[in-house]
Nanobody, 124 residues
Framework: VQLQASGGGLVQAGGSLRLSCVAS????????MGWFRQATGKEREFVAS????????YYADSVKGRFTISRDNAKNTLYLQMDSLKPEDTAVYYC??????????????????WGQGTLVTVSS
């Protein structure tokens, strides 16, 4: 599956952005989709995921209550609505697809396909 992320940009603290990720190819045969982020000098970290089995959604504690992950199967698109943004949310955000059965996977190694990343910068 090929993933194309977009929607990043510069926003002031407290503002909102919505990221999109369009999937093509062997699309939503994936069991789960997720968003990860990587700040400069840091490791890639889990942000949120959504799973085919039960449609469950999972969030990192740092974004819970502020970010919302969703998917539109008709459009083969994954979204991440980010509200109440903080400077520490600044990072390159990646969408990813997992072909491993199960739910609530949070390790990057469990996701086999990745988008190219979109930069989110939150100014204070």
């Amino acid at each position: 599956v090929q993933l194309q992320a977009s929607g990043g940009g510069l926003v002031q603290a407290g503002g909102s952005l919505r990221l999109s990720c369009v999937a093509s190819g062997r699309t939503f045969g994936a069991y789960g989709m997720g968003w990860f982020r990587q700040a400069t000098g840091k490791e890639r970290e889990f942000v949120a995921s959504i799973w085919l089995s039960g449609g469950g959604t999972y969030y990192a504690d740092s974004v819970k209550g502020r970010f919302t992950i969703s998917r539109d199967n008709a459009k083969n698109t994954l979204y991440l609505q980010m509200d109440s943004l903080k400077p520490e949310d600044t990072a390159v955000y990646y969408c990813a697809a997992s072909f491993l059965y199960g739910t609530d996977r949070r390790r990057p190694v469990d996701f086999g396909s990745w988008g190219q990343g979109t930069l989110v910068t939150v100014s204070s």
